[in-house]
C-alpha cells in the first residue's frame, strides 16, 4: 500500500476514516488534485482495504450536488459530502447547504480556492470564501494553509456538522492540495494533532421538568400532540401517551413520516398545507404537547391564551421559540415520554377523543370527496392519493416545493417506515431529484418515488433526469419513480398570490412553458408514461412499480386545483375571491373554492 503522497491524497483517505461513502460533486481546475485524489483512492496504488476511498458522484451543477449531499444526510443519519471548485463553483452550493442549515442536517462542503499565493490580487476566480460561507457555515469554516493542518481542519469540520447538525465549510488552495503531506505531523507547538472520532451523548430529561409537564397535561381535558420529526424514535411512546389521555395527534409537515396516519386519532399534517382536523385540534384544545418540532406555522398553533402548553425538544433553544411554552423539558423525546407515562392520570371521560374522531373522519370523507372532483385533466389530489394504494413498504419518498407538497402532506399515506423528504424550512425547489438521487444511492435496493412539479422539474429536475438515465443500470432495484404535475403553472405562487395579496394571477410571472416530460424519458432511454385524465392514474402507478427501469409519468393536471389552507377565515375567502373575479378564466377555480369551503363548513 503506497503512502500518501500530498495533502488531496491524505484528505480522500480522512474521509474514508470517517466512513464516508460517497463525494456529491462537480469538476473543476481548483480541485483538479482533490479529484485526482478520489481516482486514485480506487486505482492501483490505493489497493488496499484501508485506503478505498468514497466514489465520486458527479452532478450535473454543484447547486444539486449540495442537495444531494443534504439528502444523504436525511436519508441516512450520516455526513453528507459536497465538492466544489474555487468561485463559481462554490457559490452555486449555497442553496444546498443553507437546506442542510435551515433543517438542521450534517453536511460538509470542501471547496478549492486560487493558489494561496495570489489571494488578495484580484485573481481569477478569486472570491472571498469565508465571508461567502461564514453565514450558512457558522459552525465552522476553515481554510487549509499547510499540510499539517490538514487533517485536523477536516476532522473539525466533520465533527462540528455531526455535533451541531449543521453545514460547515473546509476550504483548501489549490497549491496546499499539492503540498507534500509529511510521514507525520511533528510533535511541537502549534501543531495540532487530532482524531477522526465523534460520539453522540445521551440527554435525559431531569425528573422534576417531567413532575411540571404531568401537571399541566393531567389539569387538561382537551389535549392535542404536535409531533414534529425530532420524535421519530419514539413511535411507542407517543401512542401509549396517546392511549393513556386521549389525545389527538397532529403532525408537522417534516414529522408527517413518524407516525401512522391511519390511526383515529391522527388528524394529519397541520398548518396552510394541513388537514380540517388538525385546523379543528388547534383551534379547540386546551393544553398542547409539543414534541421534537419547531414548526413555524404559528397562526395555526392555539390562539395566544387558548391553552397550556408543554414543549419536549433535545435542543433546548427551540423551546418555547415558537409558541408560549408554560413547561419545557429538555431531553431525548423518547426518554421524556417514557418517563412522563406513568406520571400521567387515565383519562375517565373520552369524550374528547371522540370528538377527535369524529373530525379526522370527517377529514378523510372531505379529502375523497376532493379526490373525486370532476376536472379539466386529471386532477392532481387523486393523483397523489392514488399512489397510496401501489407505494412498496420498502420505498424511500423524495418531495419538491409548490403544489406537490400539498398533496403530499393531504393525500399520501406513507407505510411505516417510509422515509420521506422535502426542502423544510428554506422551502426550495428543485430537491426531489437530487433528495431521491441520493436516497437511491444509499439503498441502491430500495424503490424511490420523487413528486415533482412542472416548474421544479424544468428548474433543475431535467438536468437530474440525465444522471438517473446514466446510473440505473448498476441498482440492484430500479425502480425509480418520477411524477411531474404538469399543469403550466407555478401554482402555489399564483394562489399565494390571490390569497396573501388579493391580486389575480401574472401570467407572465407564474406560466411554465409546455414540456414534453414522458417523451423526454423515452428519449433518454427511460419508461415515459403521459395520463390526462384522473382514471389513467391506477394503471400509471401500477405500470411504474411493475417496470424494469425508471419511469417518469406526466400527469396533465388542472391549476384551478385550490392551493388554500383549512377552514379558511371569511377575510382571506375574500381577497381570493376578488382576485378570481379579475382573471379571465378564474371561474372554474371559483366554483371550485366555493364547493370546498361550503363542504367545509357543513363539519
Same mark, same amino acid.
Given at each position: ?153 477536516? *476532522? ?86 396517546? *392511549? ?148 412498496? $413498504? ?82 440492484? *432495484? ?40 414522458? *417523451? ?57 375571491? $376578488? ?25
Amino acid at each position: 500500500m503506497t503512502r500518501p503522497t500530498n495533502v488531496a491524497d491524505a484528505l480522500v483517505g480522512r474521509l474514508q476514516d470517517w466512513n464516508v461513502q460517497r463525494v456529491f460533486g462537480y469538476a473543476g481546475d481548483g480541485i483538479n488534485t482533490l479529484l485526482g485524489a478520489l481516482q486514485r483512492a480506487h486505482g492501483p496504488d490505493y489497493a488496499g482495504p484501508q485506503y478505498v476511498g468514497p466514489k465520486y458522484i458527479a452532478t450535473r451543477h454543484e447547486e444539486l450536488a449540495a442537495f444531494m449531499a443534504c439528502g444523504h444526510a436525511k436519508y441516512t443519519g450520516e455526513v453528507g459530502v459536497c465538492l466544489a471548485t474555487q468561485g463559481p463553483g462554490a457559490i452555486h452550493l449555497l442553496a444546498g447547504l443553507y437546506d442542510a442549515k435551515l433543517d438542521r442536517r450534517p453536511v460538509v462542503a470542501i471547496v478549492g480556492q486560487v493558489v494561496s499565493t495570489a489571494l488578495g490580487s484580484g485573481y481569477l476566480q478569486e472570491v472571498d470564501l469565508h465571508a461567502l460561507f461564514k453565514d450558512v457555515c457558522a459552525q465552522y469554516v476553515q481554510t487549509v494553509f499547510a499540510p499539517e493542518q490538514a487533517l485536523t481542519a477536516l *476532522d473539525n469540520a466533520m465533527r462540528t456538522a455531526l455535533a451541531t447538525s449543521t453545514p460547515t465549510c473546509l476550504i483548501v488552495p489549490h497549491d496546499v492540495q499539492k503540498a507534500e503531506m509529511p510521514d507525520e505531523a511533528p510533535h511541537s507547538h502549534g501543531v495540532v494533532v487530532s482524531a477522526p472520532r465523534s460520539a453522540h451523548p445521551q440527554i435525559q430529561a431531569p425528573a422534576e421538568q417531567l413532575r411540571a409537564a404531568a401537571d399541566v397535561i393531567n389539569a387538561g381535558s382537551k389535549v392535542a400532540l404536535l409531533v414534529g420529526r425530532g420524535a421519530a424514535d419514539a413511535v411507542e411512546e407517543i401512542t401509549a401517551v396517546v *392511549d393513556r389521555i386521549g389525545a389527538g395527534v397532529t403532525t408537522s409537515l417534516l414529522g408527517k413520516p413518524v407516525l401512522d396516519e391511519s390511526l383515529p386519532w391522527h388528524t394529519g399534517v397541520m398548518g396552510h398545507l394541513g388537514t380540517t382536523a388538525s385546523a379543528e385540534l388547534m383551534r379547540q384544545c386546551d393544553t398542547l404537547l409539543i414534541v421534537g418540532s419547531n414548526d413555524p406555522w404559528t397562526e395555526f398553533y392555539p390562539a395566544p391564551g387558548q391553552a397550556r402548553a408543554v414543549q419536549i425538544d433535545i435542543e433546548p433553544r427551540v423551546l418555547g421559540a415558537k409558541y408560549p411554552v408554560e413547561v419545557a423539558v429538555s431531553g431525548d423525546a423518547r426518554q421524556a415520554l417514557s418517563g412522563l407515562l406513568p406520571l400521567l392520570d387515565s383519562a375517565t371521560d373520552r369524550s374528547w377523543e371522540r370528538q377527535v374522531h369524529h373530525w379526522t373522519g370527517r377529514w378523510l370523507a372531505l379529502r375523497e370527496q376532493r379526490c373525486r372532483e370532476q376536472t379539466t385533466h386529471a386532477n392532481p389530489e387523486f393523483v397523489v392519493h392514488e399512489l397510496s394504494e401501489f407505494l412498496p $413498504g420498502n420505498a424511500q419518498v423524495a418531495v419538491d416545493v409548490g403544489s406537490v407538497t400539498y398533496w403530499y402532506a393531504r393525500h399520501l399515506r406513507l407505510p411505516p417506515g417510509v422515509p420521506a423528504h422535502v426542502s423544510g424550512y428554506l422551502a426550495s425547489m428543485g430537491c426531489a431529484l437530487p433528495y431521491g438521487l441520493a436516497a437511491k444511492l444509499a439503498a441502491p435496493d430500495r424503490p424511490v418515488v420523487a413528486l415533482i412539479g412542472d416548474g421544479a422539474m424544468q428548474m433543475s429536475g431535467l438536468l437530474e433526469l440525465i444522471t438517473i438515465a446514466d446510473s440505473w443500470q448498476a441498482w440492484d *432495484d430500479p425502480r425509480f419513480v418520477v411524477l411531474v404535475l404538469h399543469n403550466g403553472d407555478l401554482s402555489e405562487v399564483s394562489w399565494e398570490q390571490r390569497e396573501m395579496e388579493g391580486d389575480p394571477r401574472f401570467p407572465a410571472s407564474q406560466r411554465v412553458p409546455a414540456f414534453p416530460y414522458a *417523451d423526454y424519458a423515452e428519449m433518454l432511454g427511460l419508461t415515459g408514461i403521459r395520463i390526462t385524465e384522473s382514471a389513467q392514474a391506477t394503471v400509471a402507478w401500477q405500470r411504474a412499480f411493475e417496470a424494469e427501469k425508471p419511469v417518469v409519468i406526466e400527469a396533465i393536471v388542472d391549476p384551478a386545483t385550490p392551493l388554500l389552507p383549512p377552514l379558511m377565515p371569511e377575510q382571506k375567502a375574500d381577497k381570493v375571491f $376578488g382576485a378570481l373575479e379579475d382573471e379571465d378564466e378564474g371561474k372554474a377555480a371559483r366554483d371550485r373554492v366555493q364547493r370546498q369551503r361550503a363542504a367545509e363548513n357543513e363539519t
